[in-house]
């Protein structure tokens, strides 16, 4: 099995709504990563976890939460977010430590906040 | 990590093998080069990893010179479905410094023409 999957696949949320992305794989990957991307432009990476601990935050606004609860688990808690936050949310893992950059990518999750 | 250059689009057509070249001047001597496919509104897909001269799989081959300040992505015999943004990417491997971290470029636009 080589496949991350997130749900939901689409999210609309308000400004005062509090919600979970949520990423799943079973590949044994100990490396999970977040990454935003806005339209047209390339995906941009906002946190890395590594054996389930945060490894990288890319100064990423606490409006966005990230927590690990497991090896497979990849949550993406979402508050108090503006309309710029609008885009494709992107999970990915590798296995770690690795000689690679080879990351597995999820379909995404399309979130529009309005 | 080191800044890539890339076309912002090409064009090719059925049958017909592409060539997509990366410049990286400031590469480092730890750096390998990496690159990804996306196809719209799904997550990149691993392509192709090499360090220097030339590395071949399955689907892509991956020319790097000696200087290694370019390198180059070769699809051979292109089909519709090969219609993708592709990036390239440089940087140290996951465990030094940049532990996981992908930094995508603008990437190139191919579109392959019936």
């Known amino acids: 099995d080589t496949e991350v999957t997130q749900t939901p696949k689409h999210l609309v949320m308000g400004m005062t709504n509090k919600k979970s992305l949520k990423c799943e794989q079973h590949m044994g990957h100990r490396a999970m990563y977040w990454y935003k991307q806005k339209a047209k432009k390339p995906p941009e990476l906002m946190f890395v976890y590594s054996y389930e601990k945060l490894s990288i935050n890319e100064s990423v606004p606490s409006r966005f939460s990230p927590e690990c609860p497991n090896s497979s688990l990849l949550n993406l808690h979402l508050h108090a977010l503006q309309p710029e936050d609008s885009a494709l949310y992107l999970c990915?893992?590798?296995?770690?430590?690795?000689?690679?950059?080879?990351?597995?990518f999820g379909p995404g999750t399309r979130l529009t906040v309005t | 990590l080191a800044k890539t250059t890339q076309p912002i689009s090409m064009d090719s057509y059925e049958g017909q093998e592409v060539n997509i070249t990366c410049s990286h001047n400031n590469i480092a001597t730890n750096d390998y080069i990496t690159w990804y496919q996306q196809f719209p509104s799904q997550g990149p897909r691993f392509i192709i990893q090499?360090?220097?001269t030339k590395v071949t799989n399955e689907v892509a081959s991956l020319f790097i010179p000696a200087d290694r300040k370019s390198s180059t992505l070769s699809l051979p015999r292109v089909s519709l479905s090969d219609t993708a943004v592709y990036y390239c990417l440089v940087g140290d491997l996951p465990g030094g410094t940049s532990y996981g971290k992908l930094t995508f470029g603008q990437g190139t636009i191919l579109t392959v023409h019936p």
């Open positions: 990915a893992s590798s296995q770690a430590p690795s000689g690679s950059y080879e990351q597995y």
């Open positions: 090499g360090y220097k």
